[in-house]
């Protein structure tokens, strides 16, 4: 079976520009999560959907935002990147309730210049 | 809030040598513990976790953790490393309500030498 997939693998934008990333969470899990991971730091939380709804937000600007489809495919979109948002960007899929393990995807490596 | 902290950024260890990488974290009513793997340009790997029920943990690639509630501790043990294990560790947690957002410690990075 497909892990999570995430697209793409590597970004590379400038200040001020608009990145859209990409999850397809494993057949069945209908949760999905992102987070953000810093170099040298542990992920950060930013969202959570489940059934399409937002479900949880972390405390990130809202310049940041997501959205799940019917498939349960999800896209992290990002406005008006800062240098600060160089990242990897992972989004982890799981099933119904808390204490489900979540599986997460390889990520993807945003660089902003 | 939930908060994770991991007391060692850097843990280096000899090859078949015993390891212990330290995890504590805020109190909660009910929290659920997780250990995860990483290795370079991938994601995390779920190495074990704690739900409920019997304190002690074991999971995979021989890894086990404690979870000590009165030191609110979640240590993470390999009796004994291999060259593979080198690889960066995450210790997380999370509680019931909190729409599945776990807290994640700052990492340690394990490096095992030959």
């Known amino acids: 079976d497909a892990g999570v997939t995430q697209s793409p693998t590597h970004l590379i934008k400038t200040r001020g520009q608009q990145v859209t990333l990409r999850c397809s969470p494993i057949?069945?899990?209908?949760?999905v999560s992102w987070y953000q991971q810093v170099l040298g730091q542990g992920p950060q939380f930013i969202f959570q959907?489940?059934?399409?709804?937002?479900?949880g937000r972390g405390n990130f600007p809202d310049r940041f935002s997501a959205r799940q489809f019917p498939n349960y495919s999800s896209e992290l979109n990002v406005n008006a990147l800062l240098l600060g948002d160089s990242a990897l960007y992972l989004c982890?899929?799981?099933?119904?309730?808390?204490?489900?393990?979540?599986?997460f995807g390889p990520g993807t490596r945003l660089t902003v210049l | 809030a939930q908060s994770v902290t991991q007391l060692d950024s850097q843990v280096p260890v000899f090859e078949e040598a015993p390891v212990e990488l330290r995890c504590n974290y805020s109190?909660?009513?009910?929290?659920?513990l997780f250990w995860y793997v990483q290795y370079p340009n991938q994601g995390l790997q779920l190495l074990l976790k704690?739900?409920?029920?019997?304190?002690l943990v074991k999971g995979i690639n021989g890894f086990e953790a404690e979870f000590n509630k009165s030191q609110t501790s979640f240590h993470l043990r390999k009796p004994s490393v291999h060259i593979s294990d080198t690889a960066e560790y995450f210790c997380?947690?999370?509680?019931?309500?909190?729409?599945?957002?776990?807290?994640f410690g700052s990492g340690t990075q394990l490096t095992v030498l030959p």
């Open positions: 704690y739900l409920s029920g019997s304190t």
């Open positions: 109190s909660s009513v009910s929290v659920y």
């Open positions: 997380a947690a999370t509680s019931s309500g909190s729409a599945r957002q776990l807290t």
């Open positions: 057949s069945g899990h209908k949760s």
């Open positions: 959907y489940y059934e399409k709804e937002e479900r």
């Open positions: 982890a899929s799981s099933l119904v309730g808390v204490t489900n393990e979540q599986f």
